[in-house]
């Protein structure tokens, strides 16, 4: 499946129209839904797919954040090959208490990998985190950038961000 195809595809999955709240609190009658194309496995396999050749060949472990991260993350780890960490928003306060779960980070190369890339914000973050705890992290990997000012965010905090769409690319045409 080309790149048109899958945006198509995305677009046609998770564009909902309604009456909707945002975040910000303003209100819309168009949303994207970004978890119905991550809940269709079908779909969710064919972005992973795509999203391989995107891959740094440096990388050594995948790093998906909560919560959008987390499937992508998994489908991406099945065509690829490569070990998963599951970041947390913050260290969980029982059992092993860790921000990062499943693969090991330390003095390793980690692309971060997340759905949907507005502001960037919480990748900022999370990089932080994951270089405290001696991830070397250059780069971070997303199915759409929405070109909202995320890339520039990123660069300013020493990442580059690889998209495999952008919103431009999302359209039911």
Known sequence: ?????????????????????????????????????????????????????LVPAETEVLAGLEMGGIPVVTALGRHTGLPCAFVRKEAKKYGTSRLAEGADIEGRRV???????TSGGQIV???QDLRGLGADVREA????????GGAEAL???GLGLI??????????E
């Open 155 to 157: 660069e300013e905090s």
């Open 1 to 53: 499946m080309d790149k048109a195809e899958l945006g198509r595809r995305i677009y046609d999955v998770a564009h909902l129209t309604g009456q909707f709240t945002l975040r910000s609190g303003r209100t819309t009658d168009h949303y994207f839904d970004k978890y119905r194309f991550e809940a269709d496995p079908v779909l969710l396999d064919a972005v992973a797919a795509a999203m391989v050749p």
């Open 141 to 148: 990997l997303c199915v759409i950038d929405r070109e909202q």
């Open 163 to 172: 998209s495999l769409l952008r919103a431009a690319d999302l359209s039911s």
């Open 111 to 117: 692309l971060v990998v997340e759905d949907v890339v």
């Open 125 to 127: 973050l999370s990089t």
